[in-house]
Antibody, heavy 120, light 107 residues
């Protein structure tokens, strides 16, 4: 069974750092893209970026380039999303999701989400 | 970035109704268009990929059509569990943008 399990909710202060995780299982982790999607409270879905764990090829949305870092460790089938200095505006739910690497690109499996609350 | 515009932003319908949601891209995206359903406090769920391919396990009352810049999601006979928010997404070019969402509410 394919599963993406994300790390637990975080409560942080502005200026703090954060690294959240997304552990894949039940499939060949290195052979699928893992993407990250933000959902701010009461708002829609925003594509942040994506990584191919097989070779660490990483793409970012211009809206998030330089604001976050996406990485992956294929040896432990885990992808990461990190911030060096959080802002209150980073308060949101963050989802990881898997996409096939060939043919049609689409997020067929999703993590359960990690809620981040940042206080100023 | 490619912009996706969904219409309507919200709609009210009754169980048993046929509904359609439109997604228009700001430039051609061939058939690189996906549809997701999201219920409150839940992760999105893939319904349709490549414009018209039904994801495994998704009921056949959901269908997608279109190519180029104009796409449609149809729910043939709305069920109580279909009241949710629906998003289109393009994967033709980075960033894989989402539409703003269409909320389907009970009339």
């Amino acid at each position: 069974e394919v599963q993406l399990v994300q790390s637990g909710a975080e409560v942080k202060k502005a200026g703090e750092s954060l690294k959240m995780s997304c552990k894949g299982s039940g499939y060949s982790f290195s052979s699928y893209w893992i993407g990250w999607v933000r959902q701010m409270p009461g708002k829609g879905l925003e594509w942040m970026g994506i990584i191919y764990p097989g070779d660490s090829d990483t793409r970012y949305s211009p809206s998030f380039q330089g604001q976050v870092a996406i990485s992956a460790d294929k040896s432990i089938t885990t992808a990461y999303l990190q911030w060096s200095s959080l802002k209150a505006s980073d308060t949101a739910m963050y989802y990881c999701a898997r996409s096939p690497a060939t043919g049609s690109y689409h997020f067929d499996y999703w993590g359960q989400g990690t809620l981040v609350t940042v206080s100023s | 970035d490619i912009q996706l515009t969904q219409s309507p932003s919200s709609l009210s319908a009754s169980a048993g109704d046929r509904i359609t949601i439109t997604c228009r891209a700001s430039q051609t995206i061939n058939n690189y268009l996906n549809w997701y359903q999201q219920k409150p406090e839940r992760a999105p769920k893939l319904l349709i990929y490549a414009a018209s391919s039904l994801q495994s396990g998704v009921p056949s009352r959901f269908s997608g059509s279109g190519s180029g810049t104009d796409f449609i999601l149809t729910i043939s006979t709305l069920q109580p569990e279909d009241f949710a928010t629906y998003y289109c997404q393009q994967s033709y070019s980075d960033p894989w943008t989402f539409g703003q969402g269409t909320k389907v509410e009970i009339k």
